[in-house]
């Protein structure tokens, strides 16, 4: 989907909407300048992932990582890996839901999958809100979640480039 604001573009992916093929490690990219062979919506992806200057990353985690259509997105990011270029510096947040209450490591597969993407985009980590437990929503607590994510979007808002 996109959304032409006054002043700003917001582009926004489902990724579950989106046709993307899963990464074949081919090294197809690295030898044609980071094109990959694969044709597809990813070249739109990777356009939007280049040129932002606010990445949103939204995502369920499922058994401490995130669902395979952005996994596939991901993985597909080896094109920016293999064949590096310098690109504008960007802000980047995660905003990440776990079904399940809070155990260690929960959310750490999406950081550390996240984190060689940002750094091949240029973006930096400009905060991040994780939020378990969601399966039991609909109790008190509630009201409190949501006005936590309320901060969170309000943040990033606040502090566009």
Do not use: W
């Amino acid at each position: 989907m996109h959304k032409t604001g006054a002043a700003e573009d917001i582009v926004i992916y489902r990724t579950a909407d989106l046709n993307i093929g899963y990464c074949k490690a081919c090294d197809y990219c690295e030898k044609n300048n980071g094109e990959c062979i694969i044709e597809d919506d990813m070249q739109k992806v990777l356009l939007s992932l280049t040129e932002c200057d606010t990445l949103v990353v939204i995502t369920p985690v499922y058994f401490s990582a995130m669902p395979a259509s952005l996994k596939a997105i991901v993985d597909r990011c080896q094109c920016l890996y293999a064949y590096p270029k310098q690109y504008a510096p960007k802000k980047a947040y995660i905003l990440a839901f776990g079904g399940s209450s809070l155990y260690d490591g929960q959310f750490e597969g999406i950081f550390a999958s996240f984190k060689h993407v940002f750094k091949d985009i240029n973006a930096t980590l400009t905060d991040s809100l994780c939020i378990p437990d969601t399966d039991s929503f609909m109790n008190e607590t509630d009201d409190i979640i949501r006005e936590e994510i309320a901060d969170f979007s309000k943040n990033i808002y606040n502090n566009r480039q």
